[in-house]
């Protein structure tokens, strides 16, 4: 059997936030914005004027800051309250993971509107839960992907840089960890095989950001929108998601799990632990020295972290390293390899990595 998942539909462009409404009006006709306090002052009054403008009902409400049961919980109750019938989540990854746990309680449409392109999650069904330590407590899944996905792509070359980075980071992997998933007879998140679709989807999302990525960086650092920068969006939060969810995860993303635990990495974003699990993965698959040192140089050109001290940890300790295989192994991602790896194998791979980058 295989399944596809997918958006129904997906709007991207400079300005595309004030056509929210008009994009939004086949979905509901009372619509509850999850959302962070800076992001509210920042864009607050031009959503709420799209749906107004479209003749829709809307409530602009502030989630506390970071994705709990508890924020969900409130949330949901007060979206009843109001009588939503699709949650729009805005704002970052926090923000929109939030408005998809509302969502899900409440079982009604669902539609993100990204201000970051920092990881693939505005266009994806997961929802990564967490303590208010940061510490991933569950992964939930809509029984749909959002119903509408919106990327304004001036408003994404406006936030800082680093998050698109982040992006680049969380999206070039997937080409590798979904053919690693293929290789293994693994399955992917929807319980199935990964399919031609997300292969294609992966290998795609990988060639785009080879090709676009440096001019669409250049771009958005001067606050500018361009067709690389339009390429290099439509791959880290379109395409990337077609990939993970069609195509599967792997070794990549447990490493990110692991980093997860590591208190001196506190504050790093997910994309760049993801983007340094790739070249863990990479060692693992015994990958020839070149394709990796290139992939590297090419890390090196647009800004993403190839050594453990570009997260914070200096002079790593053996410890720390040790923690890092071992929590990466909590991540079920770590199983969808072939041959079958464990905290050993992992260890000495980021000790190779570690090695290389000196």
Known sequence: MRIYAGTSRYVQGKGAIDALGHHAYVLGKRAFVVTDADIAKMLGERVEKSFEDAGLSVAINVFPGEITHTAIDSLSKQAIDFRADMIVGLGGGKALDTAKG?????????VSVPTIASNDGPASAAIAVYDENHIMQDILQLPRNPGLVLVDSQVIANAPLRFLKAGIGDAISKKFEAEACHAAGATTLLGTPASITGLMAADACYRIIRKHAQGALE??????????????????????????????LSVSHAIARGFSYL????GTLHGDHVAYGLLVQLTLENRELAFITELKEFYLTIGLPTRLQDFGLDQPTRTEIRELAEKSMVSPSAVRFSPKVDADQLERAIHQVEKLSQ
């Open 102 to 110: 509302v969502a899900l309680q409440l079982d009604v449409e669902m």
């Open 263 to 266: 208190k001196r990495a506190a």
């Open 219 to 248: 771009a958005a650092g001067k606050n500018q929108v361009n067709d690389d920068l339009e390429n290099l969006i439509e791959a880290a939060v379109l395409l990337s998601t077609l990939s993970f969810e069609n195509g599967g």
